[in-house]
């Protein structure tokens, strides 16, 4: 099954509803879709020990937030880096994945926080680099996973490359309830498992290492309750801003299972030839 264009997709859905499942049978089913993860990437970094990694890490550990700005670049470099989105300006300050340093623009390395800091905030970083260009050939196909979260970041996200097709997963709240009273999650590989439908092979124990599985914190009803309010809030002006696009794509079901195939249809009528 051959892409006909390149496919630059996002999910947008409440938490609980199932993109990670939607996005791994896409990947498979759809082997031109690569994944990029804006989570992957921090990680890599902080596990790299790169100086990106290390103000990261201690970001987080601070109860911070990682900057868009940050996010924004780590994407973009990925993107370059795979040759799927180019500028005719040279790439003197891009931030390499695996750098032992960040270097400005005219290669001086950036050692202290406030010197990532003001780096990082620069508008001459953030946005004195000429457009990226896109290419449209199916190997640039990529299901770009936690981020956009916001329309702001969303139309950051546009200066660097222009997505062109965003799903908007829905399933009833009451099913989602149900769903998440039943997860449980092997926290060092992130594998998520569901007593009602993809039950571990033994209760309670990680299928690939035999180690305890947990419930996470925010899988408790008031606490998700919380998580469904902002996630509207926020996804509301999103979706708004992909829907003036024109690359806004909804479908409702009331199980992963219900909705793959509708999924799968779809992204065929765009993409395969």
Known sequence: MRLKKAARVILVGAPGVGKGTQSERLLQRFPQLSSISSGDLLRYNVKQRTPLGIKVESTIKA?????????????????????????????????????????????????????????????EHARGLATPQTPD???????????????????????????????????????????????????????????????????????????????????????????????QETSEPLLEHYARKGVLWEVEGLSSDEISPKLFAEFERRFVD
């Open 63 to 123: 109860g911070g937030l990682v900057p868009d700005e940050l996010i924004l670049r780590l994407i973009r470099n990925e993107l370059k880096q795979r040759g799927w989105i180019y500028s005719g300006r040279p790439s003197g300050n891009v931030i390499t994945l695996a750098s032992s340093a960040i270097s400005s623009a005219d290669g001086a390395s950036l050692a202290s926080d406030a010197e990532v800091e003001a780096f990082l905030s620069s508008p």
């Open 137 to 231: 050939d199916p190997s640039a196909s990529f299901l770009l996973d936690g981020f956009p979260r916001t329309a702001v970041q969303a139309e950051r996200l546009d200066e660097i490359v222009p997505m062109n097709w965003a799903v908007s997963i829905n399933t009833p709240l009451d099913v989602v309830m149900e769903r998440i009273s039943g997860r449980w999650v092997h926290e060092p590989s992130g594998r998520v498992y569901n007593t009602g439908f993809n039950a571990p092979r033994v209760p309670g124990i990680d299928d690939i290492t035999g180690e305890p599985l947990v419930r996470r914190a925010d899988d408790d009803e008031a606490v998700y309750r919380a998580r469904f309010k902002k996630f």
